[in-house]
Structure formats: C-alpha cells, structure tokens
C-alpha cells in the first residue's frame, strides 16, 4: 500500500536474544478458512482487556498498553487510549507478557484511515487488517492468488475472464454469502460495486485511484475523464477545460461512465476493461487499500457519497480532515477499529469475533508511535513490544539479545530516492530560505537545472550509506526499476561518489553563478527516520566539503506531515521510498516519472517521458517493451530525475513468543491475522524456507 508510495522507512523489527542457533522448526497452521459465518457481533458489548505490565524503566506514553475497546468500533475513533495498569514485572524465558495482545513500536504515525485515500504503508497496513478485498496473495508469493470475498479467482480456465472480440475483457467475481460487516450489515454485489464507483470518483489528488482508472477507463485521473467528455460535448481541446467549469450534464455522464465499468449481473460482480490489462488482478489483491470493499449503507450513514451521479463531485477530491471517513472504519476484516489517538499516534485493532473465515488469534494488536530508538529497545528487551522498528545502524545493539529472533534476507521490492521538487510552492515557504539565487535561499525551480541534480547525485557516497546504514545489507538501485523485477537493466548506468565531478556541474549551475553565490535551504525527514537521516547528513557533509556557500538544513517532520507539505510541493528535497502497487515495471515508471504519477507531481515534472511511459505498459511484445522500459531507465540517468540510493534487504526482529510470522514484499506491513503468542513459536518454517531467509534466535 503501496503507495505505497510510500515513503516507505526501511526500517527492521526488533527483540531480545542469547546464542544465535538457526531454527529448524514445523510450520505453524495460520487460521483456516471455514464456512462463511452469518453471526453479527454485539456492538454493545465491552470486553475486558488484558492485563498488561511494563518495567518501571518505561514510565513514559510510549509504554502504555492497556487498552478498553469502545462499544462502537465503526464509527467512532477514541481520541485518548484508555488508562494503563502499571507494574514491575519483567519478561523471562517462562512468561508471556500481555499474552492475548500484540504490541508494535514503530516510528511512522497514520495518516488517514480512509481506504480510497490511503496511498502510505503505515496507513496501509490498518486497512490491510479491518477491511477484505475480492481475491488475495496466496501466502508470500506475488504473482499467486487465492479467493477472499469471491468465492474463486478469475481465469479463462474457470470461465471468469471473458475475451471479446473487439479486445475488451471482462473479469467476473461471485461473491461469498452470508459475510458480515463489522456493524452486522450483510455484504451484497452492490456494496463491491459501489467500492470501485467511490474509489475512481473520489479520486483524491496524489491518489490511488490511478491504479483504476487507467484499466478500467484509459485515464489517470476522474477530471481528465470529465474534460474528454465535456470536449466531446464542446469542441473545446480537453487540455484547456478547467474541471471546475464543466457542466452538470457532463459531471452526471462521467459518473454514469464509471459505473458501466464495475457492474453487478446475476449476483456476480463485473470488471468491463477496454483492453487486456495483465497487472489487473494484482490490483485487487489484499494488500491494496484502495481495492478494499466497504458498506455502502454505512458510508452513507456517515455523511459521505451515497451512490448518486448528481452529487459525485461534492465528495470529489476531499481535504484530509475533512473525509467523512478520516477516522472511521467498518469493513468485513479479521480486526475491528478500537482507537486512533491523534495525540499520541497510537492506534489499536481489535479481534472480529466473527470473522467469516475464522476469529483471529490475537485479541488486539496496539502499534504504537516511539520515535526514539532507545526507548523502542527497551521497549522489546523488557517485553513490553513484541515488534519493533529498528534501524539497520543498530543491529548490533539487538543481535544476541536473549529472547530475540530475527529472520532476514527479505528481498524488498523498494527503492529509495532522493527526490528534487522542480516547482517549488514559494508562499510563506521557510524551506527555501529567501526565495532567490542569493545565497539565503534557493529559487523555487531551483531543482529544473540538470547541472544542479546531476551535482546532488555526485555527491552521495553510496558506499559510506550502505555500510553505515545498512551493514552492508542492501545494493546501489541503478534506475526506476528494482532488480527483480522484469524488465530491469542491469547495465544501466549508475552515479558514483565523485566529489570532482560534482564540482564542475555545481560549477556550470544556473549560468555559473551557483558556485560564487551558494544556496541555503532544508531537506526533510520522517521522524525516527534514522536510515534517510543518514542518507540526508552525507549529502549535507559533502556538499560543505565541496563549498561553505552550500548550505543544506535537516529537519524531521512527522509522517503525515511530510505526505501532506509534498503533495503541496513545498519540500524542496526530501527521502522517500516507493513499495510497488503490483509486480510490473509500468508500477515503477509511472509513479515516478510521468507528469500524473504520484512523485511526478510533487516533483512537478513536465510531461517528456508521458508518451514513452504510455506506450511502454500497452506494448504487447515483451522485446519492444524491453526496449521501451531501457531507454526509460537511460533517461532517467541523463536526467538524474532523482537520486536512486538503494534497494534494500529486510530484516524482522520479534520476541521469541511471536508465532507465525511470514512475508510478502507487496504487502504494506505485517501479517496479524497469521500471528499468535505462545511460548513454542515458530515462524512460518514453509514459507521461510521458500524465500530462502534466514533465521536465528537467541
């Protein structure tokens, strides 16, 4: 989740250890699916929450696990977790603390809890838990499913794709009965296609809802939809129609549009693609928040779209805080909402008792928001977390801690970047300094010099980050597409460290003047960030190494902080990390470097590569397409769209009494649903074995 864009943190997990022995352990079983259950939880009811215990070394917010559920957990949001039991118990070999509860220090903060919205991981991962989708990876791998709330995956085989003639495609999905949502509401093929109309008409701006529209209907966004349609209507050249001007006429054809692509026929739920879209599977897979299927009923209830053309666009494109849905959750998931505190940043999800497939094991799963490392690692060496965040610098403060298990070798389909905003938003900006080429400031296109990107890509030591940051655990990412993934060029070339070379286009900048001037302003991290600190201090040692006049600022914001101020293009330089959507070079490329992806516009790129990056994902012979995404990948080297720092390696550290654990690189955190505590935990020894990683304990 992908978006993902995720700025995704590389961060690992962490625990306590002794003496490191690889395990060889049976696979544990993770729930099995049973017969749909036609039970309605008692939304009344308040349960009991465990007893929890903390060292008296953690007597601060970040420690606090004692949790009592509300008695509406979908539609209201508890703004302070409730008052935590206090002891001085500690863990030993022979004792699980807070057994029926999973606690999580981590470092990112949610940003919304909206599914249509959400293109982060930290957000992604709560969605991933509360909501189901229609199909679902099969285990750790990628490129398999298995059904979810359909009841079989679309094949030609089965008979649920359909190939016409004319080259459209229709995908048919039959649905599970007698699933519930969480407030006892029945699911029903309207609810499924109502997701799909909300989602491509909701269309927030840096979206994903791009992720449909291009299949379903060969555009990127709802408003370029509506300018085709008010051109059609006109005459006028769609590219000169502000949205905001076309006629109400238009507004209800584009809506009635979007629904012909998602239909309900016979009780099955219809997918009406224009072409043969490979990826469109992986799409709608769990793990995808944007493809998580809601209550139409309930969403209505909450003073959001209830379904009606006339009124689409009054919901269209919403401000954060102001989506009816910001903190409101009700979907048909294994978890339930039990509190999002917006002061502290923790939230907690509770067990649904009558998950159609079968209850969870866990009763409630608190992440919460610790930004700093040593208080995380006391956190996991007292047991007072079961996972925790750690940054690779610090393995060596985890490695060998009696309790710990860690399982590395995760090959992460991530790249990092450093990334160039080249239309800057100079209104009451204190990032940019001065706003001018004075040696105060920066001016806001400042970043649409070659000479100045190619500059920053010189700078960056490779070699000093993946040793320091990494321990060695990660490769310098050569281009847009990880390695991995198909169509990734090896050969392509790469920048090096080279201090000379930045020198003559730091010199060559902005007419020659950069070098006598200088430039001042301030690069942004996440919070608890220690990975992109890193990355952002060299840049900033070695820019002064080369000319005191250069003068780079480091400030950590926090996560949802840094989404918003790039989507309003007011961070000049930040770090961020891409996580891919589904498995194809076009969910690399796209995002990137055309003019409507996500990073594209907050980078404010112009559109040169758009019609490279469109012709490349509807090319059909693999060698063209080859040759395609290579020339791409070249240009984004002569360009330096961005740094490309890594691809990293995982790592997961838990408690030894977390049972279950495996992964899977698409999705957007942690499987919980699989997970347990008992003091005989495995990890997933099957699936471990198969993606060839490595486990020790201590």
């Known amino acids: 989740m992908k978006r993902n864009w995720i700025w995704l943190l590389i961060v690992a997990v ?30 009344g009811q308040t349960t009991s929450p465990p007893q929890t215990t903390t060292t008296p070394a953690q007597q601060d917010a970040s420690s606090t696990s004692t949790t009592t559920p509300t008695t509406d957990t979908t539609s209201t949001t508890t703004t302070t977790p409730p008052a935590q039991t206090d002891t001085s118990t500690t863990a030993s070999a022979m004792e699980i603390k ?14 919304t809890l909206d599914p249509h919205f959400i293109y982060d991981t930290s957000s992604g991962e709560i969605v991933f838990h509360v909501y189901d989708n229609l199909i679902a990876y099969d285990g ?33 999905f039959p649905l599970r009965q007698g699933i519930k949502f969480h407030n006892g509401n029945d699911l029903t093929p309207e609810d499924v296609a109502f997701s799909f109309h909300r989602l491509m008409l909701l269309d927030r701006a ?150 159609w497939r079968e209850p969870a094991q866990l009763e409630r799963v608190v992440i919460k928001k610790v930004n700093e490392w040593s208080t995380r690692k006391l956190l996991l060496q007292n047991g007072d977390a079961d996972i925790a965040s750690v940054p690779r610098q610090y393995i060596d403060q985890v490695d060998g801690t009696p309790g710990v298990r ?34 105060e400031g920066i001016p806001p296109d400042f970043f649409t010099d070659l000479d100045v990107r190619k500059g920053f890509n010189y700078v960056f030591d490779w070699e000093t980050f993946i040793e320091q940051a990494r321990k060695g655990e990660a490769e310098q990412a050569r281009g847009p597409i ?31 003047q950069l070098w006598d001037k200088g430039f001042k302003f301030i690069a942004l991290y996440v919070s608890g960030g220690d990975v992109a600190k890193t990355m952002l201090e060299i840049v900033k040692r070695n820019l002064a190494r080369l000319n005191e006049k250069f003068q780079m600022e480091v400030l950590n914001v926090e996560w949802s902080t840094l989404l918003s101020q790039r989507v309003e293009r007011r961070v000049p330089l930040s770090v961020g ?63 330096a769209v961005v740094v490309f720092t890594e691809q990293p390696l995982g790592r997961h550290y838990q408690r030894d009494w977390v049972n279950g654990y495996y992964y899977n690189p698409i999705w957007p955190g942690r499987n919980f649903y699989a997970m347990s505590k008992q003091l005989d935990a495995k990890p997933n020894q099957t699936y471990v074995e198969a993606q060839g990683l490595t486990v020790l304990q201590w």
Request: hydrophobic residues 35%.
């Open 206 to 355: 840096n979206g994903p809802s791009w992720l449909v529209l291009d299949p379903l209907l060969g555009v990127n966004t709802v408003e370029d939809l509506a300018r085709q349609i008010e051109s059609q209507r006109t005459g006028q050249a769609a590219a000169d129609i502000d949205f905001d001007a076309v006629g109400a006429e238009t507004l209800v054809e584009t809506c009635n549009r979007v629904k012909q692509t998602v239909q309900v026929e016979e009780g099955n739920v219809e997918f009406h693609l224009p072409r043969a879209f490979p990826p469109f599977l992986s799409i709608l897979s769990q793990s995808a928040s944007w493809a998580a299927v809601m209550d139409k009923e309930w969403v209505a209830e909450q003073g959001d779209w209830n379904g009606d053309c006339a009124t689409w666009q009054t919901y269209h494109d919403p401000q954060k805080e102001n989506d009816p849905l910001y903190e409101k959750m009700n979907g048909t998931g294994p978890f339930k909402l039990e509190y999002w505190d917006h002061n502290s940043g923790d939230i907690s999800i509770v067990r649904n008792e009558s998950y």
């Open 140 to 172: 750790p791998y990628a490129d398999r499913f298995v059904p979810m709330l359909s009841t079989d995956v679309p094949s030609v085989e089965n008979g649920l794709i359909q190939e016409n003639p004319d080259g459209t495609v229709i995908l048919s």
């Open 98 to 111: 807070n057994p029926g509860t999973l606690i999580v220090a981590d470092v990112s903060d949610i940003d």
């Open 482 to 512: 990880p390695n991995g993934v198909p169509y990734y060029n090896p050969n392509n070339p790469a920048y090096t460290f080279d201090l000379q070379k930045a020198e003559e286009h730091f010199k060559q900048a902005w007419g020659g």
């Open 577 to 639: 990390y891409w996580l891919e959507d589904y498995h194809d070079a076009h969910n690399w490329l796209f995002p990137l470097m055309h003019s409507q992806g996500t990073y594209g516009l907050e980078m404010g790129l112009d559109g040169r590569y758009d019609a490279l990056i469109d012709r490349a994902v509807d090319e059909l012979d693999p060698q063209k397409r080859q040759e395609l995404y290579y020339q791409l990948q070249q240009m984004a080297y002569d360009d």
């Open 406 to 439: 860690m399982i590395k070798g995760q090959v992460q389909m991530s790249i990092g970047y450093l990334f160039f905003s080249q239309q800057i938003t100079a209104e009451g900006n204190d990032y940019i300094g001065s706003g001018q080429l004075d040696g």
């Open 14 to 43: 962490i625990v306590v250890g002794g003496v490191a022995y690889v395990l060889q352990q049976n696979p544990p079983t993770t729930p099995t699916q049973t017969q749909p259950q036609s039970s309605t939880t008692n939304e």
